[in-house]
């Protein structure tokens, strides 16, 4: 992919397309899907390749750049939401509540991040370096909180308290002391370990 800035017709292009495809497959696609498709039928996608860890965030970019434009633009106009998700991007015509960002309630909005374009010409391959090592990072304890909550029977969205509430539950009910079993408690305690050491982290 070109560190050279689209232009704003290409731009304009660009979100035609993703509407269209988007349009015809009302169950959403996810990035990868989108790339994949952009990359066959769009010039500003030539030169993009998933190997090449530069042209991988430019492509990245690009597009988040395109779908949060036209997200705001059909919201904007009460043209439906766009609901913009790496593992999904999915367009809803009916009329949501959606506000000026279309997104689902508890979603943080990454947009003011992918508006400045000149990114694309700027981002150094250390800087990328660092991003995907954040990102993995990241990805890493979104697992491991995942699993830790499941051990609790627990799901994102849920705080503290919340936890610590359903630890104690749990941690009395399969006590060995009360008939448990231990290694449920352990597994239990192991958990909740997890969780804390998270939440520490934020303090």
Avoid: W
């Amino acid at each position: 992919m070109s560190e050279a800035l689209p232009s704003p017709s290409a731009l304009a292009a660009l979100e035609a397309r993703l509407l269209d495809l988007l349009v015809v497959h009302p169950a959403g696609l996810s990035e990868h899907e989108l790339l994949k498709r952009l990359r066959a039928s769009d010039p500003l996608f030539a030169g993009f390749s998933a190997r090449e860890p530069l042209k991988l965030f430019r492509g990245h970019y690009l597009l988040f750049h395109a779908l949060y434009r036209l997200r705001d633009r059909l919201a904007g106009e009460r043209r439906g939401c766009l609901r913009v998700d790496p593992l999904g991007v999915v367009l809803e015509f009916e009329v949501l509540p959606c506000g000026g960002t279309a997104l689902a309630p508890d979603g943080p909005d990454f947009a003011p991040y992918y508006a400045d374009l000149s990114r694309l010409a700027t981002v150094t391959i250390a800087e990328v370096a660092e991003l995907l090592r954040y990102f993995h990072a990241a990805r890493r304890r979104d697992e491991r909180r995942r699993a830790a909550l499941a051990v609790l029977d627990l799901r994102d969205p849920i705080d503290a308290a919340a936890i610590k509430r359903r630890y104690r539950r749990l941690a009395m009910r399969h006590h060995p002391d009360r008939g448990g079993d231990g290694q449920r408690l352990g597994e239990i305690n192991a958990a909740l370990a997890v969780l804390e050491e998270e939440l520490e982290r934020c303090v």
